[in-house]
């Protein structure tokens, strides 16, 4: 069984910094991906960044390249989400996902997913 388990959520002002976690255990399924995700009310769940399930090749979309980080904690099976120059249009609820699948784009690959936890930056 696939759980996953966000934590780092809160409240910060604009400019700041925030580091999300997603606590990973994964029994014997084969994982391939875990991604980031964010969704406001009444709109699509984006993606933010994803990384191989080893640590390797992290990859981010465009709108928060440069500011956030993606990165395994080894020691821990946990992968953390750094974010830096926080902005209130980052305000959103922060998902973490696993995918068996290459792609990690697209939403529909990843099987898996936390119970989300809220980023409110204000301005």
């Known amino acids: 069984q696939v759980q996953l388990v966000e934590s780092g959520g809160g409240l910060v002002q604009a400019g700041g910094s925030l580091r999300l976690s997603c606590a990973a255990s994964?029994?014997?399924?084969?994982?391939?991906?875990i991604g980031w995700f964010r969704q406001t009310p009444g709109k699509e769940r984006d993606f933010l960044a994803a990384?191989?399930?080893?640590?390797?090749?992290?990859y981010y979309a465009d709108s928060v390249k440069g500011r956030f980080t993606i990165s395994r904690d080894n020691a821990k099976t946990t992968f953390n989400l750094q974010m830096n120059s926080l902005k209130p249009e980052d305000t959103a609820v922060y998902y973490c996902?696993?995918?068996?699948?290459?792609?990690?784009?697209?939403?529909?690959?990843?099987?898996?997913w936390g119970q989300g936890t809220q980023v409110t930056v204000s301005s």
């Open positions: 996902a696993a995918s068996a699948s290459y792609s990690r784009r697209n939403r529909n690959a990843y099987d898996y």
């Open positions: 994964v029994g014997t399924f084969q994982i391939y991906n």
């Open positions: 990384i191989r399930w080893n640590g390797d090749d992290p």
